[in-house]
T-cell receptor, first 112, second 117 residues
Framework: QKEVEQNSGPLSVPEGAIASLNCTYSDRGSQSFFWYRQYSGKSPELIMFIYSNGDKEDGRFTAQLNKASQYVSLLIRDSQPSDSATYLCAVRQGGSNYKLTFGKGTLLTVNP | GAVVSQHPSWVICKSGTSVKIECRSLDFQATTMFWYRQFPKQSLMLMATSNEGSKATYEQGVEKDKFLINHASLTLSTLTVTSAHPEDSSFYIC?????????????FGPGTRLTVL
């Protein structure tokens, strides 16, 4: 059973702070890692993806991947109240089927 | 680019009826589309993978005779919930993968909220 684990939260941070979201996965053959943001009642929207070990930055977001530890994280700098949402970690295994396995998500609340 | 639409956005039906949900990729061709179901406060659960021109591949525990999937073209996949019951009430979301090589992201539709009375 391929699993993706996230703390359900809620994670509460003050406006302007750094929010750190974590995700671990069980399948060592996983190749691609995605972070999605989902507002209540809406479908997920892609924030960013990462394939290689290390950091990848996009604006206020930084994804970090450590394949040896089977760990991927998302940092949100200068958190805004509009960042309040559930953040879903998704992992794609190798092969050609492109299926994603999602974690249960972490609820982030940014307090003004 | 990479816009995926779903129709309808919400539907209320009586128990025993069938409901069809459409998923369209508007500005790209999608070789593969995925259907997910999400119950309140739960994560997305993949129901099936739909490939254009071939039979869908269902995940373990998903009844293929109850959830009929058709992917007749590179821009349209449909999910039909047959003989719907209240326990089928959920948020159904499709996603589509751009067929161009190297595009690994899945782009999600806005979802369809199904309520079965």
């Amino acid at each position: 059973q391929k699993e993706v684990e996230q703390n359900s939260g809620p994670l509460s941070v003050p406006e302007g702070a750094i929010a750190s979201l974590n995700c671990t996965y069980s399948d060592r053959g996983s190749q691609s890692f995605f972070w999605y943001r989902q507002y209540s009642g809406k479908s997920p929207e892609l924030i960013m993806f990462i394939y290689s070990n290390g950091d990848k930055e996009d604006g206020r977001f930084t994804a970090q991947l450590n394949k040896a530890s089977q760990y991927v994280s998302l940092l949100i700098r200068d958190s805004q109240p509009s960042d309040s949402a559930t953040y879903l970690c998704a992992v794609r295994q190798g092969g050609s089927n492109y299926k994603l396995t999602f974690g249960k998500g972490t609820l982030l609340t940014v307090n003004p | 680019g990479a816009v995926v639409s779903q129709h309808p956005s919400w539907v209320i039906c009586k128990s025993g009826t069938s409901v069809k949900i459409e998923c369209r990729s508007l500005d790209f061709q999608a070789t593969t589309m995925f259907w997910y179901r999400q119950f309140p406060k739960q994560s997305l659960m993949l129901m099936a993978t739909s490939n254009e021109g071939s039979k869908a591949t269902y995940e373990q525990g998903v009844e293929k005779d109850k959830f009929l999937i058709n992917h007749a073209s590179l821009t349209l996949s449909t999910l039909t919930v047959t003989s719907a019951h209240p326990e089928d009430s959920s948020f159904y979301i499709c996603s589509a993968r751009d067929r161009r090589i190297g595009y690994n992201e899945q782009f999600f539709g806005p979802g369809t909220r199904l309520t079965v009375l």
